[in-house]
Nanobody, 115 residues
C-alpha cells in the first residue's frame, strides 16, 4: 500500500510560478513511473508529466519548457515546478505512482491561475 499526499497548490497570477510536492509513504525507489496528472472542470484527467525510476521524463506538449518534474529519493518526494503559468493551467493536480503493477493516486491539490 502506498499513500501519496500532494501539497503546494494555490492561487497565482498568470505568468507566476508554483511548486507542487508529492510525499510518498514509502520509498519511491520502487515506484516506476511516478507522475502528475491534472483535471480541469468538465474535462478529462490528462497527463502533465511523468518520470521513470532511472530519471527519464515525459511531458505533455503544452507543458514542455514550462514545467519540470523531479524526484528526491532521500526524502521520498516528487516535485513539479510550474513556471509561466496560464489561466488554462487551472485544475486539480494529482500525484500518481506505480508499484508492482498497481497505480496509486493522491487526493489532489487545486491550482488556480488568474488572468
Amino acid at each position: 500500500q502506498v499513500q501519496l499526499v500532494e501539497s503546494g497548490g494555490g492561487l497565482v497570477q498568470a505568468g507566476g510560478s508554483l511548486r507542487l510536492s508529492c510525499a510518498a509513504s514509502r520509498s519511491i525507489s520502487s515506484m516506476n513511473p511516478m507522475g502528475w496528472y491534472r483535471q480541469a472542470p468538465g474535462k478529462q484527467r490528462e497527463l502533465v508529466a511523468e518520470i521513470t525510476s532511472d530519471g527519464r521524463t515525459n511531458y505533455a506538449d503544452s507543458m514542455k519548457g514550462r514545467f519540470t518534474i523531479s524526484t528526491d529519493n532521500a526524502k521520498n518526494t516528487m516535485a513539479l515546478q510550474m513556471n509561466s503559468l496560464k489561466p488554462e493551467d487551472t485544475a486539480v493536480y494529482y500525484c500518481t505512482a506505480s508499484r508492482r503493477g498497481i497505480s496509486y493516486w493522491g487526493q489532489g491539490t487545486q491550482v488556480t491561475v488568474s488572468s
